[in-house]
């Protein structure tokens, strides 16, 4: 049983392009969160979501919009995709802010 | 703001002791967690220090000195599957973000 699955695993698109990545948690976690890993491995927070709370780290374009139907949920929709958008994200979630974190097996996107 | 730094790259021999040091500068501190990371995989929790003093979990065990803003990770008795990233990442009272250091890529050798 899979804690925190993503879908899809690989995506290739074009810049330009519109696309989805989405994430669920069976663990009935209240916090969720979407972190971008760059080719350069660095692991960087994009977003939490609690209790219908949205926290955006101030360096995200807002080309990127985190969409959660319910408390399980939380896709990750980009706009206009640009080259610099490659890299591998991750979704998250915890109990709470001071609890670890259980993180997806992430989706790789690569922009051409 | 945070700073946060740790060695990019480490190589040990197996069945040996490691430590990768976490020094970091982090205004409302209220504890710090250390995540291992394999290649081309997600990253997985190993411990969260929220108390100054050394936390020991089988051949793992993390340190934390608050007033100094320091943080280690110790492993013993090395083995080829630790090889691995091994990232800090201290906590903020009150924030349910977390701020990765860079990350410590740790080559287990024969």
């Known amino acids: 049983d899979t804690a925190v699955s993503q879908t899809p695993k690989y995506l290739v698109t074009q810049m330009g392009n519109d696309k989805s990545i989405k994430c669920e948690q069976n663990?009935?976690?209240?916090?969720m969160y979407w972190y971008k890993q760059d080719s350069k491995k660095f692991l960087k927070i994009m977003f939490s979501y609690n209790n219908k709370e949205l926290i955006i780290n101030e360096t995200v374009p807002n080309r990127f919009s985190p969409k959660s139907p319910d408390k399980a949920h939380l896709n990750l929709h980009i706009n206009s995709l640009e080259l610099g958008d490659s890299a591998v994200y991750f979704c998250?979630?915890?109990?709470?802010?001071?609890?670890?974190?259980?993180f997806g097996p992430g989706t790789r996107l690569t922009v051409t | 703001g945070q700073n946060i730094d740790q060695p990019t790259e480490m190589t040990a021999t197996e069945g040996a002791i490691v430590q990768i040091n976490c020094t970091y500068q982090t205004s409302g501190f209220n504890g710090l967690f250390w995540y291992q990371q394999h290649a081309g995989e997600a990253p997985t929790f190993l411990s969260y220090n929220v108390l100054d003093g050394l936390e020991e979990k089988g051949r793992f065990s993390s340190f934390l000195s608050r007033s100094k803003g320091y943080s280690y990770l110790l492993l013993k008795e090395l083995q080829m599957k630790d090889s691995a990233s091994y990232l800090c990442a201290p906590k903020v009272a009150g924030s349910y973000q977390l701020t990765f250091g860079k990350g410590t890529k740790l080559s287990v050798i024969p």
């Open positions: 998250a979630s915890s109990q709470g802010p001071s609890y670890e974190q259980y």
């Open positions: 663990l009935g976690h209240d916090t």
